[in-house]
């Protein structure tokens, strides 16, 4: 059996700023029709940035408060794709908006899809060292702590569920593992 379904038609039900809600009316491979609820997103920019304060160095992490958890996370700095951004632009851009540091080295450590069953959401994962202060212009609006951690306190706090995003986790372990 064919892996797909065609796309009879489809509406936007929700055009927002930083994603779009659209309703599909789809054919399944057997034929009967059903209806997709898709969540259209720009996608974005995670980025493991190491600093290299000592043999083990310290990995640059943000906590910012996630207003639909009701909670503060403490993630990797991160930051949504503009419209045909470059995504190793977005993710410099991010990285100094977020930490204050610029990295001379960039490593591109692949992509993830967020949550492929009801989003486009794509994620590109970026390891950043050899960095450099320089100050931060955080976005207007966005109020951010930096930590910094060796590696074995992020697994620590991964394997705890201290840390509990899954886009930090990802780009942990494709860029450490």
């Known amino acids: 059996?064919?892996?797909?379904?065609?796309?009879?038609?489809?509406?936007?039900?929700?055009?927002?700023?930083?994603?779009t809600v659209r309703k599909d009316e789809i054919e399944l491979p057997t034929?009967?029709?059903?209806?997709?609820?898709?969540?259209?997103?720009?996608g974005g920019v995670v980025i493991l940035a190491i600093c290299q304060k000592d043999e083990e160095g310290k990995i640059l992490m943000v906590k910012q408060f996630r207003y639909p958890l009701s909670e503060p996370l403490l993630e990797l700095p991160a930051g949504k794709l503009e419209k045909g951004e470059d995504p190793l632009e977005a993710a410099k851009r991010e990285l100094h908006e977020e930490t204050g540091y610029e990295a001379a080295k960039w490593e591109y450590l692949g992509y993830i899809f967020t949550s492929p069953g009801y989003s486009n959401e794509k994620l590109y994962l970026y390891k950043a060292t050899d960095l450099n202060f320089v100050g931060e212009c955080p976005d207007e609006g966005e109020i951010l702590v930096d930590y910094q951690f060796s590696a074995s306190?992020?697994?620590?706090?991964?394997?705890?569920?201290?840390?509990?995003?899954?886009?930090?986790i990802c780009a942990v372990m494709r860029g450490l593992c």
């Open 1 to 19: 059996m064919e892996l797909t379904e065609k796309t009879l038609s489809s509406e936007i039900v929700f055009d927002g700023k930083i994603m």
């Open 153 to 168: 306190e992020v697994k620590k706090m991964i394997n705890s569920g201290e840390i509990s995003d899954a886009k930090t």
């Open 31 to 42: 034929g009967h029709k059903s209806s997709r609820e898709v969540v259209e997103h720009s």
